[in-house]
């Protein structure tokens, strides 16, 4: 199981925003996607997440084995936290619920409604989805966002031992995250050469 | 899929889901047309079956864009759109969701509400079938249009000038299964035509559906 990305390119709306990216992850590998707010880390990994084209370049992965995690915890309100779990569980056809309650630290607010948790613990479930899924390969798009010391910690921990575990790791972050194994790739800001690539009717449509 | 359209059922019937939303305001559409039109029995019996078509019609289009919108709104499509479950899959247990939800008590509704309006009781059974036969149809069209507006702000307009006009040949049939059972006449035939739009609508609509949901989620 691998990614290979071979000059990648994409675009965000009608611009483009990064220009010949490439790397290469194996088992066991975790890599981090920094660089300054919008360089283009979230399209990056909306890309390896499938959910939309390369511009140009080739990229090697089988969207079969991914679990995504967005800036958004795609955690239902008016579902338990539980209740959203299961739910979970139920599409990626794997049963290991209460395993993942108990890891996330989730047990205390198993029965509330998830309209009624912090920003930290919503994260933490929406999180907690990455472990359900059993998927090889986990994307995150900031995962540490309004998380506390003590979970950012625990976040690091679940990684270093998914990949561990033979799984691998794509994420974007600002903190430093204490994954000993972990690969830096610093995006660079996409300059255009030349002037006017897009039509004037295009530009800002999105 | 199983887990989805289990979990859309739920969050229909949860506060702020719209389980009442469609059920009510074809009561209040239905209910208003004897104070509007007046008193005459005979008037009422004839323009009944259209009045609860058109209802129902109305009253499912009220809830169509809940269908993505809210799981556009908070990842959760995205999420799902990288999940073991193909989009068409999605599509359709979010299709059958809706119906269960809104055609399913539309249709029971409609049998008092066709009693308020002097519906001749030869047509009640025929308007049970035609609206238990028609508005699956309703639901997965309206999915159809809902997939092609998600992820456009308030697109409710977009929405209903999209799905009306593909409603128009269920409206037909369904009403005229009624008209004809009211008159004494065969319904069978256009409510065979009905059965077929419905066939085809949840054939290809879910394929229409994800389509136009992977064209979306590009953005």
């Known amino acids: ?206 | 899929m199983l887990a989805l359209f289990v979990r859309d059922l739920k969050l229909a019937f949860r506060s702020g889901g719209g389980f009442g939303l469609a059920l009510a305001f074809f009561l209040i559409v239905v209910m208003f047309v004897p104070f509007g039109v007046g008193s005459d029995l005979a008037l009422l019996a004839r323009i009944a079956p259209g009045i609860l078509w058109i209802g129902a019609l109305l009253a499912c289009l009220l809830s169509l864009d809940r269908i993505f919108q809210l799981d556009f709104e908070d990842g959760t499509l995205d999420v799902l759109a990288t999940s073991p479950l193909p989009l068409s899959g999605i599509t359709a247990a979010k299709a059958a969701a809706h119906w269960i939800t809104t055609g399913l008590p539309l249709t029971i509704a409609a049998v008092p509400l066709g009693y308020l309006l002097n519906l001749s009781e030869l047509a009640y059974p025929w308007l049970i079938a035609s609206l238990a036969i028609g508005t699956p149809a309703l639901s997965f069209i309206g999915a159809f249009g809902a997939a092609v507006t998600v992820g456009v702000k308030r697109g409710g307009l977009l929405l209903s000038l999209l799905v009306l006009p593909l409603y128009i040949p269920t409206l037909i049939f369904g009403a005229v299964t009624v008209t004809k059972s009211a008159d004494g006449l065969n319904p069978l035939p256009s409510l065979i035509l009905l059965a077929g739009l419905t066939m085809f609508s949840v054939a290809i609509m879910p394929l229409a559906s994800a389509l136009a949901l992977k064209a979306n989620l590009k953005g």
């Open chain 1, 1 to 206: 199981m691998t990614i290979i990305a071979t000059n990648i390119c994409c675009t965000r709306g009608a611009r483009q925003v990064l220009q010949d990216v490439s790397f290469s992850l194996s088992a066991k590998e975790c890599l981090i996607l920094r660089g300054p707010n919008g360089v283009g880390k979230s399209t990056l990994l909306r890309v390896l997440a499938g959910l939309s084209k390369p511009a140009s370049g080739a990229l090697e992965l089988d969207h079969d084995d991914v679990a995504y995690s967005g800036h958004l915890d795609a955690v239902k309100f008016q579902l338990t936290v539980a209740e959203n779990l299961s739910f979970w569980a139920g599409v990626y056809g794997t049963d290991t619920v209460a395993a993942v309650i108990d890891r996330f630290g989730l047990g205390q607010i198993v029965d509330r409604h998830a309209a009624n948790l912090s920003a930290g613990q919503k994260r933490r479930l929406g999180l907690a989805r990455l472990t359900l899924s059993n998927r090889k390969i986990w994307l995150m798009d900031e995962p540490t966002t309004s998380l506390d010391a003590e979970h950012t910690q625990l976040i690091a921990k679940s990684i270093s031992e998914h990949c561990g575990q033979g799984g691998i790791a794509v994420l974007s972050s600002h903190l430093d995250l204490d994954i000993p194994t972990a690969k830096t790739l610093d995006l660079v800001r996409f300059v255009p050469t030349k002037q006017n690539d897009t039509s004037m009717f295009l530009e800002g449509s999105y």
